[in-house]
């Protein structure tokens, strides 16, 4: 069989320009990316493309930016964005929270009880969810900070994306409380569905 490769290349750019055409990004972010993708050659426009339909598929919409930095500059955004997701997912369960508080604070019944005679059943949800997305945020920046103690401690940390057979490659994933990437940019009616 026969592929023609100029023309899959040219497909491939197409397909991106489409992409980002479609976007919701600024008219000069769209003109950045058209004409960065434009200079690349067909193994990287490749892999964008590939990693944003990759992206798009686990539910992170708008994601045009974070394939190519993933691909330019190496850093491992579908990571960054996939512990984001998990951690949000945490934030979105408050019932899978209260379950936990049940388990592990038996003798405090009473308290959770008072708590929520407080609130309707909404606002105990939206009260905790903010709570939670606060615990988390605390959470990120322990993550991407590291150990306080680490001169003392001698002792550090940071997450590295790994592949499913365990193996690494030293990337590290930080920086989810960046600008770029926020809760919003996940498609959370996907989530639900699959």
Same mark, same amino acid.
């Given at each position: 069989m026969y592929v023609d490769f100029q023309e899959v290349t040219v497909n491939t750019f197409e397909q991106l320009k489409k992409i980002i055409e479609d976007s919701n990004l600024s008219d000069n972010a769209k003109e950045f990316y058209l004409s960065g993708i434009?200079?690349?050659d067909a193994k990287k426009q490749k892999a964008i493309l590939d990693l944003v339909i990759k992206m798009d598929k686990a539910g992170f919409r708008n994601n045009i930016p974070a394939a190519y930095s993933e691909v330019i500059e190496n850093i491992p955004q579908f990571a960054r964005m996939s512990v984001f997701k998990e951690m949000q997912k945490i934030v979105r369960d408050i019932e +899978?929270?209260?379950?936990?508080?049940?388990?592990?604070?038996?003798?405090d019944k009473e308290l959770l009880d008072k708590f929520n005679a407080c609130f &309707?059943?909404?606002?105990?949800?939206?009260?905790?969810?903010?709570?939670t997305k606060a615990v988390i945020s605390k959470f990120y920046s322990f993550l991407d900070e +590291?150990?306080?103690?680490?001169?003392?401690?001698?002792?550090?940390?940071?997450?590295?994306? &790994?592949k499913a057979d365990g193996s690494h490659n030293d990337r590290v994933i930080e920086g989810f409380l960046?600008?770029?990437?926020?809760e919003d940019d996940y498609d959370w009616e996907a989530e639900d569905e699959s």
């Open positions: 434009a200079n690349l +899978g929270n209260l379950e936990l508080a049940d388990d592990f604070y038996e003798d &309707t059943d909404e606002e105990a949800e939206r009260f905790l969810q903010i709570y +590291g150990n306080p103690r680490a001169e003392e401690d001698d002792l550090n940390w940071v997450l590295l994306e &790994t960046e600008d770029d990437f926020n």
